[in-house]
């Protein structure tokens, strides 16, 4: 990996990453808004609501990848053509694929990461929210007085 290769694929991992955590404190804020009101009415503890946005987070990271990879490329080959760096490397001999050959090799991977997120840790972590959700909704009723035997049967 050259020293171009490293300072590019740096500079668009530092925009990556800041893009990633905006998106998901946005997805999380919003989620929240939604169910926060939810849980606190239904008794649920700190661990329950920690364990269920834990548990959350792979859901978001299938929409928050793309998104994130997507703005963070502009921004970066933005910044870059508006600082002529990419105009310099072209005068110095480089072709387009060169200059983005890092970035083609991080699409490639993350298409990969994506696919296997998808197939084995997408379905684990819903498996766990649905759980959740249950136990609380359990735990409420059983605060409500309804017999133990009776919750979640259904007549």
């Known amino acids: 990996m050259s ?10 991992l530092k925009a990556m990453l800041v893009f990633i955590l905006l998106i998901l404190g946005i997805l999380v804020l919003e989620d929240m808004y939604k169910n926060l009101k939810m849980f606190l009415g239904k008794g649920a503890g700190l661990p329950n609501i920690l364990a269920y946005y834990l548990f959350l987070l792979p859901s978001f990271f299938y929409t928050v990848i793309p998104i994130s990879f997507f703005v963070s490329l502009l921004f970066v080959l933005n910044t870059m053509h508006g600082n002529n760096e990419i105009i310099a490397m072209r005068a110095a001999g480089l072709t387009v694929f060169r200059i983005t050959r ?5 699409t490639i991977f993350l298409t990969l990461l994506m696919g296997a997120l ?7 972590g819903s498996a766990q929210v649905k759980t959740i959700l249950e136990k609380i909704e359990f735990n409420d009723q059983k605060n ?3 017999n133990v035997q009776s919750i979640g049967v259904v007549p």
């Open 3 to 12: 020293l171009f290769d490293r300072y590019l694929f740096r500079e668009w």
């Open 102 to 106: 890092v970035l083609w090799l991080t």
């Open 118 to 124: 998808n197939a084995y840790i997408l379905p684990l």
């Open 144 to 146: 409500k007085g309804y």
